[in-house]
């Protein structure tokens, strides 16, 4: 669990709940289903990301999982694998078990 920002600039492997910001450096490697509020995606992403808020995925972001928020947006240059969900109003919360990793 993490409050505030966590900005990730290497390498992270693990669950991500109730972070309010996420950022992903240009060469940040994620491997992790990820819950927060907003999330900024300039490296690669291997995992499930569930935002309140809104997912922005800049050039040369490479994401492979599923997506589901508010607002997604998503720059030209952007790789993206997976399924995008966007319903009208936030994104409920879920509990993710030992079990459930990212891909």
């Known amino acids: 669990m993490v409050h505030g920002t966590l900005r990730i600039n290497g390498e992270f492997e693990g669950d991500i709940l109730n972070c309010e910001r996420l950022e992903i450096g240009e060469h940040g490697i994620m491997r992790a289903d990820v ?50 969900t966007m319903p009208e109003t936030s994104v409920e919360p879920v509990e993710l078990s030992a079990g459930t990793r990212a891909r």
């Open 35 to 84: 819950e927060v509020k907003d999330a900024v995606i300039q490296g690669r992403v291997y995992g499930n990301i569930r935002a309140l808020g809104s997912i922005e995925m800049r050039s040369g972001a490479r994401v492979e999982g599923d997506l589901a928020g508010t607002t997604v947006a998503m720059e030209q240059g952007v790789r993206f694998t997976g399924r995008c």
